[in-house]
C-alpha cells in the first residue's frame, strides 16, 4: 500500500501537469492540435483541450461553432459536424483566452508505428538524393512526435507540431510513412496527414495498453520476459561499463573495435510503456487508419517468439478499442530477409503476421524479396511505402487492383505429392531465379528440400525422400531466398501449413 508521503510526489506530478495545461488559466489544445494539421475527413472533427474549472469554450470552424463548459477538473470536449476535404481553414477556441490555428486541412490521418525499419528517416533512404529534393508538397503533413515513455497513459504529446512537407521537414521524418504519403495523395486527391509514433529497436507488448495485455492469460509469457529481463538488469549495466571501456581502449591503441550485444534501455521494452507515453495522446484525435513495420525485436527465441501469434492482433484489437472510431484499417509490413543469428526466429514473427490477416481490414506488405541479408535496416523504403500505399488503395479507399503477392490458403496430398493452394495468384512465376525455398515433410515432421512446379493457380511440391507429404512450407528462415510472385509483380509470403 502507498502511504502518504509516498503519494504526494505523485500528487503534486499531476498537479503542475494540470496547471501547466491551463486547468487553473488560459485555455490550452493539446500538441496534437495545432496549426498546419490534417483533420479526418468524414468524421466528427473532436477539439479538446484544458481550462480552469466552469469556463466556458467557443470553438469555432468552418461556419459552426459550439460552446462548453469545462468540468471541475478543467477538462472540456467539443465535437464538430464531419466535413468533405479541402481546406485551408482557420480553427478558434475561445475562453478568457483566444487560440486561432490557421493552414488547417481537411483529409486523411494516418498513424506510421513500429519500430526502427518504419522510424528509418528520409535521409538514409536508398532513394533520398533523387527524392528528398523533389519533396515539396503542401497537401501532405507531417508530425514526429518525441520518444516518451511512461507509466501512466499521457493526456497530451512532446514534439515539433505539424509541418508541411519539404525537402528540410522530410529529411528526418520515416521514409516509409512519406513515400506512403506520397502515394496515397498522389492517387486520392486528399490532404494525408502522417504521425510518425516509432521507436526503434522496441517490442510489440510496449505499444499494448497495460489493459488489453493483462486481460489475456495467454500474454503471461510478455511479463515473464519483463521479470527476467529486470531480474538481469544490474549484470547488464556493469556489462556496459566494462564494454565503454575496452571500446575506448581499442580506440586509443588504434585497434578493431570490438562489438557486444545490443543492451535496450529498459523503458523501451517495457510493457505498455510506449503506448502510455506515445499512442494514448493520440487516441481522441479521429484518424483513417495505422501503417506498421514492427516485429525484428520480437523475434529473440529467449522471449517466445510464438506469443506474437497472439499479441500481433492484440495490439490491432487494442487500438481500434480506445480509438473508438470502428475497426480502421490497419496495415503492416512483414518483416524483410535478413541473417541475424541463431538466437532468433524471424519465420515464426513472419507466420504470425501471416496469420494476422485473419483480422478484419488489415493488409500486410510482402517485404521478403527487398531486404538486406547483411543489415536488418534495408533502404529500399519506396517500394515498402508503394507496397502499403496499394493494401490502403484497396482497404482503404475500395480501389479494384491487385495489393497483395500470393497467400497461403491450403495445401492437399495427391500421388506421393503437396498441391499448395493460394490467394491472389493469378499468372503465377518465377523471378529472378528458380522456385527454391519449398520444403515438404512427412508424418515425421522432417523437413527436406522440394522440387517445384507451377500448376495454374498452384504449386506442386516432391521430394525423393518424402514419399508420403503432409505438410509443406515456404521461405522457412531468417534470409531465405523467394521468388514466387504473381502477375502483379508482388512476392508470395513465406508461409507453413503447420498450425
Not at 513500429?114 to 535521409?123: C, D, I, L, V
Not at 504470425?352 to 478484419?360: D, G, H, I, M
Amino acid at each position: 500500500m502507498l502511504h502518504s508521503k509516498q503519494l504526494l510526489p505523485l500528487a503534486l506530478c499531476l498537479a503542475s501537469s494540470l496547471c501547466s495545461k491551463g486547468a487553473l488559466g488560459d485555455v490550452t489544445l493539446p500538441k496534437i492540435l495545432a496549426s498546419h494539421m490534417v483533420v479526418q475527413r468524414d468524421l466528427p472533427v473532436h477539439v479538446w483541450g484544458w481550462a480552469s474549472a466552469g469556463e466556458a469554450v467557443t470553438v469555432s470552424f468552418r461556419d459552426e461553432s459550439k460552446a462548453v463548459t469545462a468540468d471541475e477538473l478543467g477538462r472540456w470536449s467539443v465535437y464538430l459536424a464531419p466535413g468533405k476535404a479541402g481546406g485551408p481553414f482557420e480553427l478558434t477556441v475561445k475562453g478568457t483566452n483566444s487560440i486561432t490555428l490557421d493552414d488547417v486541412l481537411v483529409g486523411d490521418v494516418w498513424i506510421a508505428g513500429g519500430q526502427s525499419n518504419m522510424e528509418f528517416a528520409m535521409r538514409q533512404a536508398a532513394t533520398a538524393a533523387t527524392d528528398l529534393p523533389k519533396a515539396a508538397n503542401d497537401r501532405i503533413r507531417l508530425m514526429i512526435v518525441d520518444k516518451v515513455s511512461s507509466d501512466y497513459p499521457k493526456t497530451d504529446l512532446t514534439g515539433k507540431g505539424w509541418i508541411a512537407s519539404t525537402p528540410e521537414s522530410a529529411r528526418d521524418f520515416s521514409a516509409v510513412a512519406w513515400y506512403f504519403a506520397r502515394e496515397i495523395e498522389a492517387k486520392e486527391h486528399v490532404p494525408i496527414g502522417v504521425i510518425d509514433s516509432t521507436w526503434g529497436g522496441t517490442v510489440a507488448e510496449t505499444w499494448v495498453s497495460m489493459t488489453a495485455l493483462g486481460a489475456d492469460a495467454s500474454l503471461a509469457s510478455v511479463f515473464a520476459s519483463r521479470g527476467r529481463q529486470i531480474d538481469r538488469e544490474p549484470t547488464a549495466l556493469l556489462e556496459d561499463v566494462v564494454q565503454k571501456r575496452q571500446i575506448a581502449e581499442a580506440k586509443a591503441q588504434g585497434k578493431p573495435v570490438p562489438e557486444f550485444p545490443w543492451h535496450p534501455m529498459l523503458n523501451m521494452w517495457a510493457p505498455s510503456m510506449l503506448w502510455n507515453g506515445m499512442i494514448a495522446p493520440l487516441t481522441p484525435f479521429p484518424i483513417r487508419g495505422v501503417i506498421w513495420y514492427q516485429g525484428e525485436s520480437n523475434s529473440i527465441i529467449a522471449r517466445n517468439p510464438a506469443v506474437y501469434y497472439r499479441l500481433f492482433p492484440t495490439l490491432i484489437e487494442d487500438w481500434r478499442r480506445q480509438w473508438q472510431i470502428g475497426d480502421f484499417p490497419f496495415l503492416y509490413v512483414q518483416i524483410a530477409n535478413f541473417k541475424s543469428t541463431p538466437v532468433e526466429d524471424w519465420p515464426t514473427i513472419r507466420d504470425a503476421q501471416l496469420k494476422t490477416l485473419e483480422v478484419r481490414n488489415t493488409g500486410m506488405a510482402v517485404t521478403i524479396d527487398v531486404g538486406n541479408p547483411d543489415n536488418v535496416h534495408p533502404t529500399d523504403k519506396v517500394t515498402v511505402g508503394n507496397r502499403l500505399a496499394l493494401a490502403a488503395r484497396s482497404i482503404a479507399y475500395g480501389e479494384k487492383l491487385e495489393f497483395s503477392g500470393p497467400i497461403f490458403r491450403q495445401i492437399t496430398t495427391e500421388n506421393g505429392a503437396v498441391r499448395v493452394w493460394f490467394d491472389h495468384a493469378e499468372g503465377l512465376e518465377a523471378r529472378n531465379g528458380e522456385l527454391t525455398g519449398f520444403e515438404i515433410a512427412g508424418p515425421d515432421n522432417v523437413w527436406a528440400p522440394a522440387e517445384a512446379r507451377i500448376e495454374g493457380t498452384t504449386i506442386v511440391l516432391t521430394s525423393a525422400t518424402v514419399p508420403q507429404p503432409v505438410s509443406a512450407r515456404y521461405g522457412w528462415a531468417n534470409s531465405p531466398e523467394c521468388h514466387l510472385y504473381n502477375d502483379a509483380g508482388l512476392p508470395a509470403s513465406p508461409f507453413t501449413s503447420v498450425r
